[in-house]
């Protein structure tokens, strides 16, 4: 079910800004609309609708990351962007030349996707531009609120830079985080 059309990106609302919940740091948020894992309990069901949300070309999103202030990084959600991931990954571009880090929520697992890159090579190119891929199907027997930037157990924060140049998984360092950021509970997020 991905958009074919890449020069319109299918969104479930305006660009947010100032998330606290979405990544480290104030962050932006590209809320996608499509998803067909329909997760029990997703906190964003509205977003699963394909033809949902509205269609919205990408220079319109640009305008928008160039109007950005105060922010550290843009965090694509939703949905999944993996459904719209010829369009997410010429926004990632846009995003990296702005110096914005970029963290990306999937029900997709890492390996998912890889297999999925081996018949379509735009899935590892919008992987090589993510700094932290938040991947796996939100599970509500998983739940735990006590996680940082994920609500279920399964759920991994992968460092995609380290990993794709070790070829294994690497998670971003939580600990390490928690120390520069002198705080021991996660901001909530399922």
Sequence with gaps: MEQNNTDYIRLAADLQTDSIVDGPGLRAVLWTQGCSHHCPGCQNAQTWDFNGGGLVPLDMVYDAI???????GITFSG?????????????ANYCKNKGLNIWVYTGFTFEEIMKLSKTKPIYLDFLSKI???????????ERDLSLLFRGSRNQRLIDIPKTLKSGEITLFDE?????????TRAPIYV
């Excluded at 600990?175 to 705080?183: D, M, T, V």
């Design 66 to 72: 160039d109007e950005l202030e105060y922010q550290d």
């Design 79 to 91: 949905g999944d962007p993996m459904f719209q991931v010829e369009a997410c990954n010429k926004i």
């Design 131 to 141: 700094d932290v891929l938040v991947d796996g199907r939100f599970k509500i027997e």
């Design 175 to 183: 600990k390490e985080y928690n120390e520069e950021n002198r705080f």
